[in-house]
């Protein structure tokens, strides 16, 4: 059963980059890696998408190593408001392949300071 | 507005009587999905639907029923709730599974068993 692990909080400063790990040691070789954002009481929200190597958007990167086990998500310059609970999401390689099942990690609390 | 509407936001029922609670969306997304959200145990998937009467398991079906008799609704009904369904519960659709696809989540309904 394809699994994520990642930090379960980190702190930041306003103005810092910031880089989110998640282990995906399982994933299907067809799989994309999917970054969401959650805000307290609303459901979650997509940041970016990426099969390997690099993507970047209008918010944030994601990289992925040749091997694609793990993926960063990168915040550039972080605000107060980018505090909310980062998830890593992959499809469960059950089947030897990427299924319609998807596995989100526990997910990471990022607590951005002033 | 594109968007996943669930009803109702809270919801507070007594043990074994059923609920179903909605979930619509506007986006003509092929696949529809349900999550339960526990502190401390993340996003986990209860159900998703490909198509139209097409529905599968996810990680924690036990206690749920789906039903997709038209593209754009995928209720979750709950046949005989108990206290350990008490939860905070997502709706999400996309075009395609989510493993490709981002997925669109509803603002959540919050259900408590007594």
Redesign the interface.
């Known amino acids: 059963l394809a699994k994520t692990t990642q930090p379960i909080s980190m702190d930041s400063y306003e103005g810092q980059e910031v880089n989110i790990t998640c282990s995906h040691n399982n994933i299907a070789t067809n799989?994309?890696i999917?970054w969401?954002q959650q805000f307290p009481?609303?459901?979650?929200?997509?940041i970016i998408?990426g099969y390997k190597t690099k993507v970047t958007n209008e918010v944030a990167s994601l990289f992925i190593p040749a091997d694609r086990k793990s993926s960063t998500l990168s915040l550039p310059r972080v605000s107060l408001s980018d505090t909310a609970v980062y998830?890593c999401?992959?499809?469960d390689e059950k089947y030897g392949g990427?299924?319609?099942?998807?596995?989100?990690?526990?997910?990471t609390l990022l607590a951005v300071q002033p | 507005e594109a968007q996943v509407t669930q009803n109702p936001r809270y919801l507070i029922t007594v043990t074994g009587k059923k609920l179903t609670v909605t979930c619509s969306q506007n986006m003509n997304h092929e696949y529809m999905s349900w999550y339960r959200q526990d502190p401390g145990l993340g996003l986990r998937q209860i159900y998703y639907s490909m198509n139209v009467e097409v529905t599968d398991k996810g990680d924690v079906p036990e206690g749920y029923k789906v039903s997709r008799k038209e593209k754009r609704n995928f209720p979750l009904i709950l046949e005989s709730p108990s206290p350990n369904q008490t939860s905070l519960y997502f709706c999400a659709s996309s075009l395609s599974p989510g493993w490709n696809s981002p997925l669109h989540f509803g603002n959540g309904t919050r259900l408590t068993v007594t």
Not at chain 1, 41 to 46: A, D, E, V
Not at chain 1, 99 to 105: D, E, R
């Open positions: 799989d994309y999917t969401y009481s609303q459901g979650p929200r997509f998408q998830y999401l992959v499809g990427a299924t319609n099942k998807l596995i989100f990690g526990t997910g």
